[in-house]
């Protein structure tokens, strides 16, 4: 891939000129853009250009045929789908003229939103020429970056735009959520008309707009005097004020219609290969300024944001403040006058940026509001200044910004030790997860996801089949890596390499091999080892501290080698010293210095090793309250009160639980322990259960061993589980073949504890086999098929189902699930391996239930629907249960109107039963479910009065 990077990139360097000058009035009744549009073009290239590509983005909303309806509908989302047609947008009005020649035009063959400019006459090395056309834009109520959401507007990707042409040749793209850009520097002159009462912040610096200028900063002297406020003290004030709002717009009708007049705002900015605009009448105005170290240039900073986000947002532009600051002591300083962060609202995903200014949606704690202006902020740089294709290399922006934003938190939260709040109360004034940090919470990102089916390396396009986990690696697995990578030069050369690779690349296209020329300009070993491993493979790190015989070794358990930090410990755990390792091979056995009782890869966690809890020779327990960030080289236990249960033979149960692993960093390992006291029979009673789960192994995708002892309400039980599956998720159709084997054992020692009319008393084994294949042919249907195998002393049994899921329009759904069965051998079978019209009673104890005694006050919430099954049926009735076949059909309806019902229907037969055939049917609300028809009922099958509806309805959950 290296090689291929370095052909192309061996032509000489150019980049196209491209001069905007755009005229657009907003309509905020009608929700539409009018304006007029000129572009000077300037060829830089060696070719000789017959046409130009445009990028017509906003028609990427007006169908569901546009490659952003089906990327959506591709990641299962339906949020575009069912947007009605008043909701949807496009781009029209268009009449290209090139040197004010009317030229030929036509839409991409595959996508609506890219179009080819065909030029009147050649563009040869060195020229330019004028394009001009008006365009008309419809704006969608906001799905994913342009929209709007009632009086806000947020106004990005809305104009005609050339598509890049480098030495790769052209680059048309359509628009996508999941998928940015790669657009052309040059200068923008944008002039906007809007109506007046409308704050607008934008790209770019407003050119001689003393007025507009002069209301912003009256707007935020009233923005910083309610920066001191209290939480309380602010909510009074804008309670007070709508208040007042709200008697005013009573007090006239003309008041609540008033329509104001309109300003036209203008904004100028070089070096920018974007323009984007936000406008919205009731925002708070915030304004700041920012002094570069060694600098006399001054920086505005704005920040705009809605009432109802006041207390959230109120130091937001400390953090604006501080990212531009480190951002430019990192990698260089920032070249613009402004740096602006507005509220989005309701726009999609945390934060879109773009060049000067970036947009945030809600965030639930301060930190994270911090994290993503910090991180927005910081594509001024990556991505605004060094303007990477975005597209086909994700990672360039997303993973250097991310991995920049561990560099900020941990330089500027040092003394806090890099902490990541997400709720102060939990964690600062409880102690629940008080250690968790930055570098922590990606670490846990990537690794979580590193090993998992399906993963992808970064150098995919984004216009190809990435899933939202292996997209979110672009930032996650770049972050940890390049802190890594890092740590092991040195801060202080990595400072030099990105400032050399910033500087030398500002307002250009960088692509992967110019960076990767930059670290090895300034090392003395080739790098591109690593980026190889970062970029073209899905390869990892996990290396293995083992001592034996008196020897310390090093076990490679990955597939990714790079240098390894050890640090050695004496028999008082003091460190006594550290080397950096390397080698080939699948092991190595370490040289200690005199008196080294113990060693640890990668003490200080910069390496991303997938399994960090195999990192230390020697691990003493630490205790966590409920939750903390692991430390890996202790055994960390969480410790959690369990909140009581209850059940008839061990009456209210209370106690503990220990839990290990279950994280990031574990080699997929758990163990649980619930230590719990019953009340009633004053026993101890509790659960163990451990689990290892595995990815890619051999054919299978994915799977987990698992062992469960339980001793609870009268019975033992001992269960070993393996599941597995096969999937391909980039397949289409979508196919998943599952396979779950189970080994159980159940000494039911009272008739006290369980139903005595559903279970049987004694020691019984089975074994279950079921496989099981799921289909997903589209978005709007999926279907699966099963077979099932459950046998023991006593008897064997045989089932098969099939179920189907349907979406017909948004709230438009059936839901259809088949199912038979029977027994192949029987002799003396226990009652709870009996099929019940009532669906499955859980025989082996699989899912949690209150309280399986027959005294149960609380029988109307004992519903656990595991396979067929009549709803609404008395699950009691020992004589509704066959020992021998049975079949049974279940269909729910849903409906679009919003609070309406769902409507079921039940039929179920078989042998042994009471009546040849059981109906049953009804209206399910939420959780609750109203049987209104039952056929087996002697004398009312259909309700009577209240106590019929009363005695059948049930509170159910699927578990």
């Not at 002069?214 to 009074?236: F, M, P, V, Y």
């Not at 104001?260 to 605009?277: C, E, G, L, S």
């Amino acid at each position: 891939m290296f090689l291929l990077f370095s052909f192309i990139h061996s032509e000489e360097y150019f980049q196209q000129d491209v001069t905007y000058d755009i005229d657009v009035t907003l309509n905020d009744s009608n929700k539409t853009l009018s304006a007029f549009e000129k572009i000077t073009y300037k060829n830089n290239s060696r070719d000789t250009l017959n046409f130009i590509w445009f990028h017509l983005w906003p028609n990427a909303y007006k169908n569901d045929s546009t490659a952003l309806a089906k990327q959506f509908i591709r990641l299962g989302s339906t949020r575009f789908l069912y947007t009605k047609e008043k909701d949807r947008g496009y781009i029209d009005s268009l009449d290209f003229y090139v040197d004010g020649v009317k030229a030929n035009w036509n839409f991409h063959v595959e996508w609506v939103d890219v179009a080819k400019i065909n030029l009147p006459k050649p563009l040869s090395p060195g020229q330019e020429i004028k394009i001009e056309t008006p365009f008309f834009v419809k704006l969608p109520k906001v799905v994913s970056r342009l929209g709007h959401s009632g009086k806000h507007f947020e106004i990005t990707q809305w104009y005609p735009k050339p598509a890049v042409y480098d030495n790769e040749g052209w680059h048309p793209m359509p628009y996508l959520n999941m998928g940015e850009f790669y657009s052309e520097f040059g200068t923008f002159d944008v002039k906007i008309t809007l109506p007046e009462d409308y704050r607008i912040m934008a790209t770019g610096d407003m050119i001689n707009e003393k007025e507009e200028l002069a209301w912003l900063d009256s707007l935020s002297s009233i923005g910083d005097s309610l920066k001191n406020l209290t939480k309380k003290e602010l909510a009074k004030h804008f309670k007070e004020k709508k208040s007042k709002s709200d008697k005013k717009k009573k007090s006239t009708e003309k008041d609540s219609l008033k329509v104001y007049p309109n300003k036209t705002i203008h904004f100028r900015q070089n070096n920018v290969h974007d323009f984007a605009w936000f406008a919205d009448p009731n925002w708070i105005v915030q304004k700041g300024e920012l002094w570069l170290d060694d600098s006399s240039k001054q920086i505005a900073l704005w920040s705009m944001y809605l009432p109802k986000n006041a207390w959230m947002w109120r130091k937001s532009l400390d953090y604006m403040h501080d990212s531009g600051l480190w951002y430019s002591r990192f990698y260089g300083d920032y070249p613009y006058n402004h740096i602006s962060a507005v509220d989005g609202d309701m726009s999609a995903g945390g934060g879109m940026e773009y060049p000067n200014i970036t947009v945030i949606s809600s965030s639930p704690s301060e930190d994270l509001l911090e994290y993503v202006i910090m991180h927005e902020v910081g594509h001024n740089w990556f991505y605004g200044i060094l303007g990477t294709n975005e597209r086909d290399y994700a990672w360039m922006d997303e993973g250097l910004t991310e991995y920049s934003g561990i560099r900020y938190w941990e330089k500027k939260y040092f003394k806090r030790n890099a902490q990541l709040v997400f709720s102060d109360v939990l964690q600062n004034k409880i102690g629940i997860g008080k250690n968790y940090n930055m570098p922590h919470f990606q670490y846990s990102n990537y690794a979580s996801n590193a090993l998992k089916d399906g993963a992808q390396p970064l150098n995919i396009s984004s216009n190809k089949n990435y899933s939202y986990r292996n997209y979110g690696q672009n930032y996650s697995k770049v972050a940890v890596m390049m802190r890594y990578l890092q740590h092991y030069i040195g801060e202080s050369k990595i400072d030099i390499i990105l400032k050399d690779y910033f500087e030398s690349w500002k307002f250009k296209h960088p692509k992967s091999n110019d960076l990767i020329t930059s670290f090895n300009k300034h090392l003395d070993d080739d790098v591109s080892w690593f980026f190889e491993n970062l970029i073209d493979s899905t390869t990892y790190i996990d290396y293995m501290a083992n001592k034996k015989n008196g020897k310390f070794i090093i076990k490679n358990n990955g597939n990714f080698d790079v240098p390894i930090e050890v640090a050695f410990y004496d028999q008082r755990n003091k460190e006594i010293g550290k080397e950096w390792v390397s080698f080939q091979g699948d092991s190595y056995i370490l040289e200690t210095p005199i008196g080294c009782e113990k060693i640890i890869i990668d003490p200080d966690q910069y390496m991303p090793d997938v399994n960090r809890a195999n990192n230390s020779t020697k691990r003493p327990l630490k205790p966590h309250f409920i939750y903390d960030k692991p430390t890996y080289n202790n055994v960390d236990v969480n410790i959690s009160p369990w909140l009581p249960t209850y059940n008839s033979y061990d009456g209210n149960l209370n106690g503990l639980l220990f839990s290990y692993g279950g994280d990031a960093g574990f080699g997929g390992k758990s163990l649980n322990a619930f230590v719990l006291y019953g009340d009633k029979n004053k026993k101890i009673n509790g659960i163990i259960r451990s689990k290892k789960e595995f990815y890619n192994l051999g054919f299978l995708s994915a799977g987990s061993f698992e062992s469960v002892f339980d001793s609870r309400g009268g019975r033992e039980s001992i269960k070993f589980i393996f599941t597995a599956k096969k999937n391909d998720r980039y397949r289409k159709p979508y196919k998943q073949n599952n396979i779950k084997i189970s080994f159980n054992y159940h000494d039911i020692k009272s008739t006290i504890a369980l139903n005595p009319n559903i279970y049987n008393v004694g020691k019984f084994g089975t074994v279950k086999l079921r496989l099981g294949t799921f289909w997903e042919p589209s978005f709007s249907s999926s279907y699966e098929i099963f077979s099932k195998i459950h046998a023991g002393n006593n008897f064997a049994k045989f089932d098969i189902g099939a179920s189907l899921e349907k979406t017909f329009s948004k709230g438009l759904k059936t839901k259809i699930q088949l199912d038979a069965g029977s027994f192949l051998h029987l002799k003396n079978n226990p009652k709870q391996y009996h099929y019940f019209l009532s669906g499955s009673i859980n025989p082996d104890f699989d899912n949690y239930v209150w309280d399986r005694n027959a005294g149960n006050r609380l029988s109307v919430i004992e519903k656990v629907y595991n396979g067929g099954g009549i709803r609404g049926i008395n699950i009691e009735n020992p004589f509704l249960s066959s020992d021998n076949n049975i079949f049974m059909v279940r269909v729910r309806q849903s409906f679009p109107k919003f609070f309406s019902p769902d409507v079921f229907f039940d039929f179920a037969a078989g042998s042994s039963l009471p009546e040849e055939n059981y109906i049953s049917g009804g209206i399910i609300i939420g959780p609750i479910l109203i049987p209104l028809y039952q056929n087996w009922e002697m004398k009312y099958k259909v309700p009577n009065n209240v106590n019929w509806i009363k005695e059948r309805i049930r509170l159910y959950w699927f578990l």
